[in-house]
């Protein structure tokens, strides 16, 4: 049974920093597309970032638009457990944050395309 847990939300100052980790259970992921979304209140679920490997070695990352640049994705299949660096957040960036796997290596924004979810983390950003 395929399980992810995030761990690493918390409250932190506007410009501040938080590393969101995503541990991964129950199958062989570096064949999986993994992906971060975020939802805040009143809100749809949005798409933030998205990553997955090629050959084994090299990934290919996408994110929206909003936190390029300041947002970092990884992934160490070694140990099952996708991360996200979150750099100069703003208020803005306060949500609940999800990861999530899908069983294909196809990239995609749509979260209904997601096969599993974590239970969430929650990010609050104080100005």
Known sequence: QVQLVESG???VQ???SLRLSCAASG????NYA???FRQAPGKE???VAVIRWSNGRTYYADYVDSV???FTISRDNAKNT????MDSLKPED???????ARASMTLTTNPHAYDYWGQGTQVTVSS
């Open 9 to 11: 939300g918390g409250l």
């Open 14 to 16: 506007a410009g501040g």
């Open 27 to 30: 199958s062989t992921f570096s």
């Open 34 to 36: 993994m992906g971060w």
């Open 45 to 47: 679920r949005e798409f």
């Open 68 to 70: 390029k640049g300041r």
């Open 82 to 85: 996708m991360y996200l660096q």
């Open 94 to 100: 306060a949500a609940v944050y999800y990861c999530a």
